[in-house]
């Protein structure tokens, strides 16, 4: 997407690193546990890159215009014209190192949609006084990304300039983009592929929970009494879902993993009733078994347990005109 593989980046960390192919790896599998299996291996070894200091980009990138859809993870210097959709409100927040504010805002273009976090005050202030609100234009420079390749996040630091209504721009009106799938059977599956499966759904597991930070959405750890954040200090968490389950297409069957709002979509109801009182899943769980579904997302490897898994993006349920139509198109593609 950006001129520069994955190879390519494992080889300018050895280089500029001396570190090994396998420590690379090691680094790279660290990351996508950290993030919860939701970052592909080329976002995760760009986060990985950005962490050495190790520049992925030549400076002649760095005056590079972006589309909000091309925005990895673990980028620096990216520059993108976007329209505001919604503002959050302003949090106050507290670390060991740092005190501050911070505002979360979802800006997007007509190739998608991300969010941008301000960090400066300058900016938070026109925030305050409504002057950055919904309809706004942003021209945004010099941010850097975080996030997932599921949930991509900007951030605005001290190096960030923003620029509010700039002469002369115009932006598309925002759309959350579904990207293109390749359809694939499961037998086939590898490695980092984005595709779409369809198949039946022959096993589903209790759903689980884990804590996360509500200004930013990863995951935070207890440190002592309370709640951390890497970024953001003490934290309340939220709760966010994940279930696994197994989809069989009669070519193979692979382990689907669903977080969040995919988890409320596919049982049809906020799973958070279920946290406490998992025994009440069982009726749900009989209910889905058998159903067939379509299922866009990327193939992960987790090492792990040393086995593939599906990372889902967009779930739909097939009825029995949708079968119909795949095996006619299925048919239709042999001759």
Known sequence: MYGISYEEIVKKIKEEKGISEQEIEIYVNKKLEQYGDLISKEGAIHIVANELRVKVFDDSLSNRKFKVSNVLPGMNFVNVDVKVVSVGDVRSFKTEKREGRVVNIVVGDETGIVRLVLWDEKYIALVEKGEIKSGEILRVKNAYSRGTDVFPELHIGSRGVISLNPEGVE???????????????????????????????????????????????????????????????????VDVPIINIFLDDGSDNVRVVLFRDLVTKLIGENPIKYKDNPAEFEGIRNDMLGKQYRINGRVNRNAMFDRVEFMAQEISELNAQDLADDILKEIDSKF
């Not at 369809?198 to 959405?217: D, I, K, M, W």
């Open 171 to 237: 932006v598309g009106e925002p759309v959350m983009m579904k990207k293109s799938f390749l359809k694939k059977k499961i037998v086939d599956l590898k490695d980092n592929d984005a595709v779409e499966i369809a198949g039946t759904l022959v096993q589903v597991f209790e759903p689980r929970f884990y804590n996360s930070c509500s200004s930013c959405g990863k995951k935070v750890e207890m440190d002592g009494t309370f709640f951390k954040c890497s970024l953001h200090g003490q934290v309340t968490p």
